[in-house]
């Protein structure tokens, strides 16, 4: 079965400070694998993704992530932080197939400081 | 132009009620899902639907019905409400991995 930890359930920042979310999944084949942001009250808005091909992805609001095969992880990157990336971030892995679902991870709380 | 859109937005009721939730989307996708975030921003999927039939129940009590009438729209019926089902509802659809997800709708059950 399909898994995703997040170890760390909250992380602060400074605004400016470089950002990396860790996560690590479970899964027996090429995962599909994915970074969700949620600010406060708002719905699943996606970062990026890994399919396959280039292992290191770059999203949108200026973050990146990078598969690791050989550590089964997908580390959230982003250079410097702005106070408005302050949300919950999910790392998630997929199946793939008709019956495919979205295994998610517990999250991380981002705050960051001014 | 919303991509995933649900109603309400906010569904407050008693226990022992029945409510529905309904999904639209307008990506074309074939894929429709629910899910499920508890208090804790813990997200799991209940259901999940390809061209209107039913491929995935995670084990979701039957006191949950999913419907889908057509491939644009997933719905979600709950009988009985308990205080356990307070929660954010996500309705998705995906299309080739992709999954984009609607709103939310939070549901206080008191």
């Known amino acids: 079965a399909q898994s995703v930890t997040q170890p760390d359930i909250h992380i602060t920042v400074s605004e400016g400070a470089s950002l990396e979310l860790r996560c690590n999944y479970s899964y027996g084949a090429t995962p599909y694998l994915f970074w969700y942001v949620q600010s406060p009250g708002q719905g699943l808005q996606l970062l990026l993704k890994?399919?396959?091909?280039?292992?290191l992805v770059q999203g949108i609001k200026g973050f990146e992530a990078e598969f690791k095969r050989s550590q089964s992880s997908f580390n959230l990157r982003k250079p410097s932080v702005h106070w408005s990336d302050a949300a919950e971030y999910f790392c998630a892995v997929t199946n793939t197939g008709t019956a495919s679902k979205l295994t998610f991870g517990t999250g991380t709380r981002l705050q960051v400081t001014l | 132009d919303t991509a995933v859109s649900q109603t309400p937005k906010y569904l407050v009721t008693q226990m022992g009620n029945d409510k529905s939730i309904k999904c639209e989307q307008n990506l074309g996708h074939d894929t429709m899902y629910w899910y499920k975030q508890d208090s804790k921003k813990f997200l799991k999927i209940m259901f999940s639907y390809n061209n209107k039939e039913l491929i995935i129940n995670e084990t979701v009590p039957n006191r949950f019905s999913p419907k889908s009438p057509d491939k644009a729209h997933l719905n979600l019926h709950i009988n009985s409400l308990e205080l356990g089902d307070s929660a954010v509802y996500f309705c998705?659809?995906?299309?080739?991995?992709?999954?984009?997800f609607g709103p939310g709708t939070r549901l206080t059950v008191t």
């Open positions: 890994y399919f396959s091909g280039d292992t």
């Open positions: 998705a659809s995906s299309q080739r991995g992709d999954e984009y």
